[in-house]
């Protein structure tokens, strides 16, 4: 779990009496836009740990993940106003978080490296749902191994795909691919993956 405080925003009553849980994205986008800090408070505890993991596996440094974080909280909440209307809030929080902590990486190591150069580093859990119906335990090693052995960019669409569950435009958006190119790469991970595990059935589900 984020080992970190809560987003410190201070609160109106017009959410205080509910579960946090019990109100979609839009509904809670659509107050904060209007100035209701409580709304925007609750986005954030949300979608954290979530972004937080993402972050962790793109640099694995607390510090600069945590910063981005609040800074990506506190942008939104000072540009309130003018910031855009949405359809899916997930996608656009990851899309702006993952901007912010590729410019603070590319900031600290001082190299002009282009997006997608930058480090996106990927452990897959024993745990995960990626795993857990299709193989033993004795092949998680040799599938740790095998996600190790893809590229960045694979490795980036399998996290969002099948840990965060976000959807083929989502992840377009996010990585600023075309749909297409995105499901294309999902699938031709899929089945390198299928392949070097010697799996006959599909590894993971495509729909």
Same mark, same amino acid.
């Given at each position: ?11 109106? *009553? ?21 100035? *209701? ?6 986005? =954030? ?39 855009? *209307?949405?359809?899916?809030?997930? %996608? ?6 993952? +901007? ?8 600290? +190591? ?29 092949? $998680? ?13 694979? +490795? ?7 840990? *965060?569950?976000?959807?083929? %435009? ?12 995105? =499901? $294309? ?23």
């Amino acid at each position: 779990m984020l080992a970190t405080s809560d987003f410190d925003l201070p609160k109106s *009553n017009d959410f205080s009496s509910a579960k946090e849980g019990s109100f979609k994205d839009a509904v809670l986008w659509d107050s904060f836009k209007k100035g *209701n800090e409580l709304a925007l408070s609750i986005l =954030y505890k949300k979608h954290v740990q979530r972004l937080y993991d993402y972050g962790m596996h793109t640099c694995r440094d607390h510090d600069m993940v945590f910063d981005c974080l609040q800074e990506l909280f506190l942008r939104l909440w000072s540009k309130r106003e003018t910031v855009s *209307n949405i359809d899916s809030v997930k %996608p656009y929080l990851f899309k702006s978080f993952r +901007r912010l902590l590729i410019h603070q990486i590319i900031e600290k +190591r001082r190299l002009s490296l282009r997006v997608e150069e930058a480090a996106f580093e990927f452990t897959p859990s024993i745990e995960s749902t990626l795993i857990e119906d299709e193989l033993k335990a004795e092949q $998680n090693k040799k599938l740790k191994a095998c996600i190790q052995s893809l590229t960045k960019g694979q +490795r980036e669409v399998i996290y969002l795909k099948f840990f *965060n569950e976000l959807t083929y %435009p989502e992840i377009a958006e996010i990585t600023e691919m075309q749909v297409d190119s995105v =499901y $294309n790469l999902v699938s031709k991970t899929i089945e390198l993956l299928r392949k070097k595990l010697q799996i006959t059935k599909p590894l993971i589900p495509l729909s």
